[in-house]
């Protein structure tokens, strides 16, 4: 018997917008000017601004073939040789949080899906809970703590006046949050300001978060990708581990071994026995098996490959370097065309101050949508460009672009 169809039952399903940042990249794609630039997602491009697969993944997938791996389930928590190295890539492997077995590590769905298992787990075990979140933040905190009910609020992080950090700002209103609220930090390389706290300020946020009794929620995307260097990454999270803290850390393999649609990351969370981080990971993996069931062998293999192997990991970090570098070159060259090019005077240092693979221009939406309308340089609306996503050759026809849309959009 056929179904009627004439009343869709989906007839009163309304349209979605775009994604504020995946949606950059499908106007992008359908742009047939010849000069279109997407500075818009973060991810990685060569010179010639190409996508690029790390030498030390395509090595580690050679021996992956070779061996003839097979294709069975994970257990729920992902891949052990993964989740081993993982943790000990992020706090070190001589920490005692590891070495005391302190740490529940699960291999999630990169780092949104890391992300979204502990607000789950937030939910779950805090449901009195708060988050707090920067602002600005990256675009998608905010739906993943909607999607998981985590109720959140924001606390001030950039000052547009210094085109840095609203350090005093920050540390007050983590004060004035509830007691034993969820503070969601930026390991490295905040997104989208690319301002990150000096050390001095860390110690003072610990402060704060420690006098009232908060959790520290990082978010580690960039992990190596920042400075270069893996173990400066990871400053702020030993940090607060050095002092103490329980915390959480959600990691991303997308950025630093450029598996983006590999979708490998991981939700660690330390805890002050290892007792309790037996039942969190117990409690962690029920909250995954209906979510979805156990996470993918692929990208958890190329990691734990790479990071296993010393001459693949020290090949790795000089991969990184030369990543980082190559993005601090651009940054550069687009700081020195900005200046000579532009003769308002106008102070543009704050693009070198920036960390990581963003720069956040201050450019307000109008300005962004000019940058789009009329010299198809794909960028999200809140300003920020994917130096990522720049070439050398690039930077003077974006400086011109950046100048254009300063002086003459209001
Ligand atoms: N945290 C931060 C801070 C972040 O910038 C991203 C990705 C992620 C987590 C998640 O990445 P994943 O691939 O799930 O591990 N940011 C870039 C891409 C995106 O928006 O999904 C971006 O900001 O362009």
Not at 381 to 400: F, H, N, P, Q
């Amino acid at each position: 018997m056929a179904v009627s169809v004439n009343v869709s039952r989906f007839e009163g399903v309304t349209m979605a917008p775009p994604d504020p940042i995946l949606g950059v990249s499908e106007a992008f794609r359908a742009d047939t000017n010849d000069l279109k630039l997407n500075l818009g997602v973060g991810a990685y491009r060569t010179e010639e601004l190409q996508p690029y697969v790390l030498n030390v993944v395509k090595k580690a997938e050679k021996l992956m073939l070779e061996r003839g791996e097979n294709k069975e389930y994970l257990p729920i928590e992902g891949l052990a040789a993964f989740n081993k190295v993982t943790a000990e890539l992020l706090f070190g492997a001589d920490n005692s949080v590891i070495q005391e077995g302190r740490v529940a590590t699960i291999q999630g769905l990169s780092g949104t899906g890391s992300l979204r298992l502990a607000a789950a787990f937030i939910h779950r075990y805090f449901p009195d809970a708060k988050a707090l979140i920067s602002s600005p933040t990256w675009g998608n905190h905010k739906n993943i703590f909607n999607d998981a009910r985590v109720p959140w609020s924001e606390y001030r992080y950039y000052d547009p006046r210094t085109v840095g950090l609203d350090f005093d700002g920050m540390v007050a209103d983590i004060k004035a949050a509830p007691d034993g609220s969820f503070v969601l930090l930026h390991g490295c390389a905040h997104n989208p300001t690319g301002i990150d706290p000096t050390p001095e300020q860390w110690e003072k946020i610990a402060d704060v978060i420690q006098e009232k009794n908060h959790i520290p929620f990082f978010d580690v995307a960039y992990q190596g990708f920042a400075s270069g260097s893996l173990d400066a990454d990871a400053y702020s999270v030993r940090l607060f581990v050095r002092r103490g803290f329980e915390l959480l850390v959600a990691q991303s393999y997308s950025k630093n071994l450029g598996l983006y649609a590999e979708r490998i990351g991981a939700i660690n969370v330390v805890c002050s026995s290892s007792d309790a981080g037996t039942r969190v990971k117990s409690q962690l993996k029920r909250l995954a098996r209906p979510m979805y069931s156990n996470p993918p062998v692929h990208g958890a293999r190329i990691v734990a490959n790479v990071v296993g192997d010393p001459n693949l990991f020290n090949e790795w970090k000089q991969e990184m370097e030369l990543m980082a570098g190559r993005i601090k070159n651009v940054r550069q060259r687009l700081y020195e065309n900005l200046s000579e090019k532009d003769k308002s005077g106008k102070d543009w240092s704050f693009v070198l101050k920036q960390i990581g693979m963003f720069s956040y221009t201050g450019l307000h939406k109008a300005q962004s949508d000019h940058m789009t309308d009329k010299w198809h340089i794909y960028m999200t609306k809140d300003g920020r460009i994917s130096l990522a996503g720049l070439s050398l050759s690039k930077c003077e026809y974006l400086a011109d672009a950046i100048i254009d849309s300063f002086h003459n959009v209001d």
